[in-house]
């Protein structure tokens, strides 16, 4: 089945700084879309970023990621990190078809320090 | 317009106990999604419906969770017999088409501790 490896535990950055959260998978369906979730202190998760498109950057509120199938990735990246983005993170993959699938990493919390 | 509606909030129950969370997804909403989330697990699909169809049953979840779609516009999980292990944060989501928008609307959850 799918399998979604990401930056696991907690993850501090000081603000200003860049940060990035890895995430790695393993698909044997045939994948549709790759996402990262946010979710922010006793708010519901909510999609931050998804792509379909091998090697194609994607943007959105200051983070970006690109899919790269070739290594099976899709890190979160941002230049420099804000206050306001201390949250939980999650990857995730959907696996399209009769057999339709979402598959989550464990997540990683990020907390980034003044 | 309404968002994605949960009940209860908070649920207690007993090992052993059947216990039965509720949804209503946003109106026109085609498609539903049951998750759990757990401070050590992270967040788990449970459930996928499409228009109503099954499309994904939870897998390992299977032998005590049962999500059905009564109709377009209400949703139950039911956990039958409830474990300690089951406590954790129910969330329900919907989608107006989620292979088209992949947006998801989330609920606010239901916190559900076993005892």
């Known amino acids: 089945g799918d399998s979604v490896t990401q930056t696991e535990g907690l993850v501090t950055v000081t603000e200003g700084l860049p940060v990035k959260l890895n995430c790695t998978y393993q698909?044997?369906?045939?994948?549709?879309?790759f996402f990262w979730y946010v979710q922010y202190l006793n708010e519901a998760p909510q999609v931050l970023l998804r792509s379909s498109t091998d090697n194609k950057r994607t943007e959105h509120q200051g983070f970006h990621a690109t899919l790269h199938k070739s290594s099976s990735s899709f890190h979160l990246q941002k230049s420099s990190a804000q206050l306001s983005d201390s949250a939980l993170y999650y990857c995730?993959?959907?696996?399209?078809?009769?057999?339709?699938?979402?598959?989550f990493g464990k997540g990683t919390k990020l907390s980034v320090k003044s | 317009d309404a968002g994605v509606t949960q009940t209860p909030r908070h649920e207690v129950a007993e090992k052993g106990q059947t216990i039965i969370l509720k949804c209503e997804p946003v109106s026109g909403h085609n498609d539903l999604f049951w998750y759990r989330q757990t401070k050590i697990q992270g967040l788990e699909l449970l459930s996928y419906f499409r228009s109503k169809s099954l499309m994904e049953d939870g897998g390992a979840f299977k032998d005590r969770f049962k999500a059905e779609m009564l109709n377009s516009s209400f949703s139950t999980l039911k956990i039958q017999p409830t474990e300690p292990k089951d406590s954790a944060v129910y969330l329900c989501a919907s989608s107006l088409d989620w292979g088209v928008s992949y947006e998801q609307y989330f609920g606010p959850g239901t916190r559900l501790t076993v005892l």
């Open positions: 995730a993959l959907f696996s399209g078809g009769s057999n339709a699938k979402l598959t």
């Open positions: 698909t044997t369906y045939l994948t549709i879309a």
